[in-house]
């Protein structure tokens, strides 16, 4: 059996200059995704668990973050790139009193996310609570 790490990857910033939502979602497509949401989570936010049906992209422009995988956790910080295969179950978690804000993207530009839990915290129970 791969190892997880072996197909979920984490980008350091590359750069010089900080990053912000132009530099990011640039950094982003050169590696061939197309973005389709910037979204901003807010302190101690909690995701279930869920899988993306496609390959997604996260690209982190501020704040701190968690991905929780069956074989251990990946943090992102502001300028990290992680790449997830689709079918990949992880949930999300921030351990922190800041809001983490980052993009989200496909290869396609489409979103399709197959929940493993309550879908606490996802787009949708984000959206209810406004």
Avoid: C
């Avoid at 943090?75 to 804000?101: M, R, S, Y």
């Amino acid at each position: 059996m791969a190892n997880l790490f072996d197909s979920v990857k984490v980008f350091k910033w590359p750069h010089k200059e900080p990053p912000n939502e132009t530099n990011v979602a640039l950094e982003m497509e050169r590696h061939g995704y197309k973005v389709y949401d910037l979204q901003t989570i807010p302190p101690w936010f909690e995701r279930s668990r869920h899988t993306h049906d496609f390959d997604e992209i996260r690209g982190a422009v501020s704040g701190v973050t968690t991905f929780h995988f069956d074989e251990g956790p990946v943090t992102l910080e502001a300028g990290d790139i992680l790449l997830i295969p689709g079918g990949i179950p992880h949930a999300v978690q921030t351990h922190n009193d800041k809001p983490f804000t980052a993009y989200k993207g496909s290869l396609s530009g489409v979103r399709s996310v197959t929940e493993l839990g309550d879908g606490r915290g996802s787009l949708e129970d984000l959206h209810k609570e406004k």
